[in-house]
């Protein structure tokens, strides 16, 4: 019984000693990976770009995205909302949102083709510019 035992602490120190390399070699890579990020962090701060950067798209102003997309669809009817977010420099999905509000707004319409266009009601001029009748 007692080689049993022998056996088996001998089995279990080698293990542990394997256990502990290991976890040497790991420290140690984990060591260089921090060290190789900390100065890819900096020189990237410093201005020095190693991979070209993401295309920062436009920052608008509250409220000016609307305008942007009137303007669009007022000069390109029947654009799509991919186009739009192209011309636009907003993301697809943030001119979803602003489209679903003008139309909710009554200020677009959508056509078959999946394409927006000003409704009537916002290429009618004012009525104060109308021409009036008299009789």
């Known amino acids: 019984m007692a080689d049993a035992i022998t056996t088996a602490r001998n089995a279990i120190e080698g293990r542990i000693q394997e256990i502990e390399e ?3 070699r ?10 190789g990020a900390n100065k890819r962090g ?4 410093q201005g020095s770009a190693s991979r070209p950067s993401a295309r920062r798209r436009k920052v608008a ?11 669009h669809l007022e000069k390109n009817p029947g654009a799509k909302p991919s186009e739009i977010a192209k011309a636009i420099g907003a993301t697809p ?4 949102n602003v489209l ?5 707004d009554k200020l677009i319409r959508r056509n078959r083709g999946g394409g927006y266009a000003l409704s009537a009601r916002l290429k009618a001029p004012p009525k104060s510019a109308r ?5």
């Not at 790991?26 to 060290?35: F, I, M, P, Q």
């Not at 102003?61 to 303007?71: A, M, N, T």
Request: charged share 35%; net charge positive.
């Open 131 to 135: 021409p009036t009748r008299s009789g």
């Open 100 to 104: 679903r509000k003008a139309r909710e």
């Open 93 to 96: 999905a943030n001119v979803q």
């Open 42 to 45: 900096k020189a990237q701060r």
């Open 61 to 71: 102003p509250p409220g000016r995205r609307r305008e942007q997309l009137l303007s």
């Open 22 to 24: 290991e976890a040497a």
């Open 26 to 35: 790991l420290r140690s890579a984990l060591a260089a990976l921090v060290e």
